[in-house]
Structures are given as structure tokens and as C-alpha cells.
């Protein structure tokens, strides 16, 4: 099977991938906007686990949590959407969440229901290193679960370095000191010596993509970019996603734009 | 004996350690690594010596209540924490962390607030030494603890409501977290109390331990015991408990007594008693017991006190609680509002809604005659004068 690294190595800087909120806007959505974004030219999808209290993240994906939580959406049930619909999904997607959701399902059930429903990596943004090597990585790796971490432009080079030593998929390079949503200033300097460090694993950019522009300067810094929050603005207010989701996409990452 | 240790990474047993995003790794990691050294300077010592002296008004009485003393058959001791400068020992910390903030050169401060008292005594700290000042404080506690809103606003702070989740200090400490994260570079979180991640939970309570340090000299002093047989104090976070505990924690002879906020009961889904309906997980930063459903939602809690309100509790208190080297009780709001009226009565004294908790353990034990029970008094009831008026 082709790793989620190579696939994103071979896709040559130009990795689009998109983050979603589970059970939101429906408690059923999540299938669908998986099937749907199967379909487009996104290259990987980030599924974020609901949680009440989503401390690195702004508003709309606090607002897309709280109703998704109001939905009745719970990790259990998203492993069984996820199963549901695995068997149709041709591109890799991953679960991110915070650490107190996995640690109330137990840390082996976790992982291993991430195997069972086709998610081979994971990012919790609160799970210290050191704990998810000791604590974590026997049964991640029973399972075949790694995890991608992430890295702000003031990281420190030791750390990213350490990171990029664990990790098999790729970075998750934060664009700015912010949480998520915010718009804020690439840091380019700092970016570009992240990606001058001869890293084993991919760069890929997010918080506060929310443009082409955004996308394509993050495809020429680095090895792609991640979009959450403009995209969950979008489908918040769509009253179709089967066509509005393709157009957002494609309008990031299409060369010709359709429409306008 | 008890066993209190801190490991290096920050955990009090299995409680504690520092599960923050990477975006606030280098400021939390700037923290655990200067804190320590700071706080021990000379400099620091003398500056923070002096505030707590002559603008705080330290050291608080150790007051012998003849009343309480009588009423319950033992030797009752109030510790004034209510009669410091802004009425609460929320100013032995907010103090520390501001003169800790100005020596590492940040010039803005973020906290978080539920009753106000931390988010007053903030304010107070950052007009004093000359640092900006931002408040955040859940919306549901801005009504109910209007007079500290005003007081914080007339010291020059920024009062942003959180609007998010229940809209009190879970979500208060959600939103000045989020505004750290976007202005790491030039502002410094000052925390309230015991929790979020390493250095936090040790900093607070190293802040705060000057109350049993004072204790313990006052007690000597007015009974030749240096060590009482109880110490009692209300915990919400658990700050004050932690600053009366801290010195009496090496005692084989003191029994320490958390009370906890029951609300309307420890069965009834409206409470904030963590620790005994709770389990262990992650807020704020902190591995700690918590109210949480089983999908790992933290769930609303309920107090009438705004300064109880909140779903999880300081890791040492965690670690306390698990090792049973202190005891935590469930007390009601009516329980907490009939020991506010009974030390009125008794003693003259208004006390905060929280620190009533703490006295409504007085009817629950089985006391010696000449048993020595300190109960800290963390602050007065100045801000509770609307719930009392309704309900006394
Ligand atoms: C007077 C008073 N006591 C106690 C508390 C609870 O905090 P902690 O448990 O950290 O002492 C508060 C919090 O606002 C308070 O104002």
C-alpha cells in the first residue's frame, strides 16, 4: 500500500488537504462530505473529532464542534461512520482531536478502532511527545496508527528534528502563532528555514489558509497546505454539498478557475 | 507521613504535566525554566516581600472565633485571607505572577476570571506594577458578579465576555488561553489557580503558601502548637486549599479538608464537585480529575458560587485526593448559604460564598475539645451581597 508520505512526495509541493468537522452540519454529514471530497482535487481529509472544549481552535471550528456535538455526534459513532463508508474511500484520511476524547475510550480501543475504520494517522495537538511514546506508541503501532505532530514557525530546530524522527507521514507546520481560523501573516523566513532542514517527512502548512493565494504560497514554501475553518464556513452555509463543495475546492486548487 | 512530591515534568503522582498545543510550547517551556530561579532571586524575594507587606496587608490575622469555638467544642481559628487588599487570596498570586511577568520582560497580561476576585485582584497587580490588562470572564458570571466586573474596569482592564460553551470559568479559561496563543511573544498568562499546565499548578501554590507559612507562626505563637489538628478550606481549583495545605503537608498530625462545591447535589447534574463525581482526563492543560460524560465531553457544572464553578481541580489535589492524604467534602449551596448566615451571626464577618463552603464542614465532623481547627477564610462576601440578599 502506498504511504501517505509517498503519496504526498509524489504529488510534488502541490498537496491540498482539507479539514471537516464530524458530525457537522448534519450528525450525518460526515460520510457524505467524505464521499464528496473523494471525489475532488483534495489529496488527503483531516476529520476532526468533535470536543467541548477545542483549546488551539478559533471560532468557527469551536462553533462547527459545539453543534456537532449538539447533533449527538461522539467519537464511537464516528468509527462507525467511518466504517460505513471506508470501503469507498480511494484517499487516505486522518482523525484530529484532542487528547481527553481518546483517553475516555481507552488508548487501545482507540487505536485499534482506527485500524478497523481505515484511519492510519492521527493528530492530537495536546498529546505531549514523551507521553506518546510511552504510553501510546505500543499499541499505535500495533494497529498501524502514527501519529503527525505539529510545529510552529518558532519551533525550536532540536525539536523539529526530534519530530521529524518519530513522524512517517509528514509535519504539520502551523503557519503563525495563532489558533486556528485566525489570518495571519506566513512567516516566510521562518518557513523557509524549516523546510531547508533536510527533513525526512513532508511540510505541510495550515491554520488561517483560506484563499489560493494562501494555498499556492504554502505549495511554494512547502509541501501543501491545509484548510479548516474557510472551508467549514463554507459548508456551514451550503444548502448543497454535492455541488458547493467540488466548486470551493476548485477554486483553491483548479488552475483555470470555474466561475468566477 | 505524607508524600508530596513535584516531578521535574510537573506531575504530583500520576496528576498534573504540561498537554498544551505546540503553539504554547515555547512560553510554557520559558516558564518551567525560569520560574524557579526568578522567584528565588533576591531581588524578586525583597520586591514581592514588601508588596505583600505594605500593599497587601500581610500577614492576614489568624483570628480565635470564641462563637465558632464554642458551638462546635473545639478551638476554631479563622485565617483573614477576606481582610487582604481586594478581598481574597487571589492577590498573593496575581501579585507574584505579575512581578514574575514584568522580570521576564512581558508587558501584557491575559486572565481568566469566574467570581472576579482573580480577575480584580489582576487588574489591581497590573496598575500597580504598569502592565496592560486583559479579563476574560464567562458572560452567565459577568451578571451574577457585577460589582467586580465595575471594579476591574475602573482599574484600567480590558473585560472580554466569553460567549463560548456554558459562558462561565471553564470557558473563560478556554478563551484566555486562546488569546495567549495569538499573543505568545509580549504577554504573560496569569493564571487564578492550581491548574492548567506545568509550572502552574507548583507556581500558584508556591505563591499562595505563604497563608499555612503564616499559619503555622501565628499558631505557635497563640497556642504553642505550631501544628493544628485541622486545616479546612473551600476548593474551586484549589489555590487557597493549596497555599493553607502547602506547609502542613509533611505533617503527621494535620488532617487536611477540601469542600468542594455539592450545588444542588452531588446526584442532581447540577454541581461542581469534581472529585466526587469526576474521573481522570485533560483540561486546561492538566491530567486531573474532571466532570465528563463518556464520549470525554467536560460536562457543565453548577454552583451558586462563581468562584466553585468549574469541572476540573488542581492535579495536587488529584494526587491528594487518590493517595487519601487529604479529604474532600461534597457541600450544598444550602449548606454553604446556612454557614454564611451562622458566622455572620456569630462573628460579624461576611464571607465569600466560597469560603462558606469551607465552614459548612464545621457540622459534619466529630471534633475534640481540644482539637485545633484552622479554617481559611479565602475572602468576603463584598461581591455575594445580591445572592445573599436573596437568599438569607
Ligand atoms: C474568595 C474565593 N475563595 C475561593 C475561590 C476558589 O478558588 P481556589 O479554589 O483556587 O482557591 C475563589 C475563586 O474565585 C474566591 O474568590
Redesign the pocket.
Given at each position: 500500500m502506498r504511504t501517505l508520505q509517498k503519496a504526498i512526495r509524489e504529488n510534488n509541493h502541490n498537496n491540498l488537504s482539507v479539514f471537516f468537522t464530524a458530525g457537522f452540519p448534519r450528525i450525518d454529514s460526515t460520510g457524505e462530505i467524505l464521499s464528496i471530497l473523494n471525489d475532488t482535487e483534495v489529496n488527503f481529509i483531516e476529520i476532526g473529532i468533535p470536543f467541548s472544549d477545542p483549546l488551539a481552535d478559533g471560532p468557527v471550528i469551536q462553533h462547527s464542534s459545539t453543534v456537532a456535538l449538539h447533533n449527538g455526534m461522539t467519537l464511537e459513532l464516528l468509527f462507525s461512520q467511518l466504517k460505513a463508508v471506508k470501503g469507498k474511500i480511494t484517499k487516505p484520511y486522518l482523525l484530529m482531536g484532542y487528547l481527553n476524547s481518546l483517553l475516555a475510550m481507552g488508548i487501545e480501543a482507540f487505536y485499534s478502532k482506527c485500524f478497523e475504520s481505515g484511519v492510519r494517522h492521527i493528530i492530537i495537538p495536546d498529546l505531549p511527545i514523551k507521553e506518546y511514546l510511552k504510553e501510546h506508541k505500543p499499541f499505535a503501532d500495533k494497529s498501524g496508527v502514527s501519529p503527525v505532530f505539529l510545529i510552529t514557525p518558532s519551533t525550536s530546530e532540536k525539536r523539529i528534528h526530534e519530530i521529524d524522527g518519530i513522524s512517517n507521514a509528514f509535519i504539520y507546520l502551523v503557519s503563525g502563532n495563532t489558533t486556528t481560523g485566525n489570518q495571519s501573516e506566513m512567516q516566510t523566513g521562518s518557513i523557509i528555514n524549516i523546510t531547508a532542514m533536510k527533513l525526512k517527512n513532508p511540510v505541510i502548512i495550515g491554520f488561517g489558509i483560506n484563499s489560493r493565494v494562501d494555498y499556492l504560497q504554502a505549495c511554494a514554501l512547502a509541501d501543501g497546505a491545509i484548510i479548516g475553518s474557510a472551508f467549514i464556513s463554507n459548508i456551514s452555509q451550503s444548502k448543497n454539498l454535492k455541488s458547493d463543495i467540488p466548486q470551493f475546492i476548485n477554486k483553491i486548487k483548479t488552475i483555470n478557475l470555474i466561475g468566477k | 507521613m505524607k508524600t508530596y512530591t513535584q516531578t521535574s515534568d510537573g506531575y504530583y503522582g500520576k496528576f498534573g504535566g504540561a498537554y498544551i498545543p505546540e503553539l504554547l510550547f515555547n512560553n510554557v517551556d520559558e516558564l518551567q525554566k525560569n520560574y524557579k530561579r526568578i522567584i528565588a532571586s533576591a531581588v524578586f524575594q525583597k520586591q514581592l516581600k514588601s508588596l505583600l507587606k505594605d500593599y497587601v496587608g500581610r500577614p492576614t490575622p489568624l483570628y480565635f472565633s470564641a462563637a465558632l469555638s464554642e458551638r462546635y467544642k473545639a478551638r476554631i481559628f479563622l485565617k483573614r485571607?477576606?481582610l487582604n487588599h481586594t478581598?481574597?487570596?487571589?492577590i498573593n498570586n496575581a501579585l507574584g505572577q505579575a512581578l514574575l511577568a514584568k522580570m521576564m520582560g512581558k508587558q501584557k497580561i491575559v486572565a481568566e476570571?469566574?467570581?472576579?476576585?482573580?480577575g480584580v485582584a489582576t487588574a489591581t497587580a497590573c496598575t500597580l506594577l504598569g502592565l496592560s490588562c486583559v479579563v476574560f470572564m464567562g458572560e452567565t458570571d459577568i451578571a451574577r458578579q457585577a460589582p467586580n466586573v465595575a471594579r476591574m474596569k475602573m482599574l484600567g482592564a480590558t473585560v472580554i465576555p466569553s460567549v463560548s460553551g456554558t459562558k462561565t470559568?471553564k470557558d473563560a479559561t478556554n478563551d484566555a488561553i486562546r488569546y495567549w496563543i495569538n499573543h505568545a511573544a509580549d504577554t504573560h498568562y496569569i493564571i487564578?489557580?492550581?491548574?492548567g499546565p506545568h509550572p502552574y499548578p507548583d507556581m500558584?501554590t508556591h505563591f499562595?503558601s505563604v497563608i499555612s507559612k503564616e499559619i503555622k507562626r501565628q499558631l505557635l505563637k497563640q497556642t504553642g502548637e505550631a501544628e493544628p489538628d485541622y486545616v479546612i478550606?473551600?476548593?474551586?481549583?484549589?489555590?487557597?486549599?493549596?497555599?493553607a495545605f502547602y506547609h502542613f503537608l509533611k505533617s503527621k498530625k494535620t488532617k487536611l479538608i477540601g469542600a468542594e462545591a455539592a450545588g444542588k447535589g452531588i446526584d442532581s447534574h447540577e454541581t461542581a464537585a469534581t472529585l466526587t463525581i469526576g474521573s481522570v482526563g485533560i483540561i486546561h492543560g492538566s491530567k486531573t480529575y474532571l466532570m465528563q460524560n463518556k464520549d470525554g465531553q467536560i460536562t457543565e457544572p453548577y454552583s451558586i458560587?462563581?468562584?466553585?464553578d468549574?469541572p476540573g481541580?488542581?492535579p495536587l489535589h488529584a494526587h491528594l485526593h487518590e493517595t487519601k492524604q487529604a479529604s474532600y467534602l461534597a457541600i450544598t449551596d444550602d449548606e454553604a448559604l446556612k454557614a454564611a448566615k451562622e458566622l455572620i451571626k456569630l462573628d460579624g464577618i461576611i464571607?465569600?460564598?466560597?469560603?462558606a463552603h469551607a465552614f459548612a464542614v464545621l457540622p459534619k465532623m466529630k471534633f475534640k475539645p481540644t482539637d485545633i481547627v484552622v479554617i481559611n477564610l479565602?475572602?468576603?462576601g463584598d461581591?455575594d451581597m445580591d445572592t445573599y440578599l436573596k437568599y438569607l
Open positions: - | 485571607e477576606d478581598g481574597a487570596h487571589k476570571t469566574g467570581a472576579g476576585q482573580h470559568l487564578g489557580s492550581v491548574v500558584v499562595q478550606a473551600c476548593v474551586g481549583g484549589g489555590s487557597n486549599a493549596a497555599g458560587s462563581a468562584g466553585l468549574y481541580i488542581g464571607p465569600a460564598l466560597e469560603s479565602s475572602g468576603r461581591k
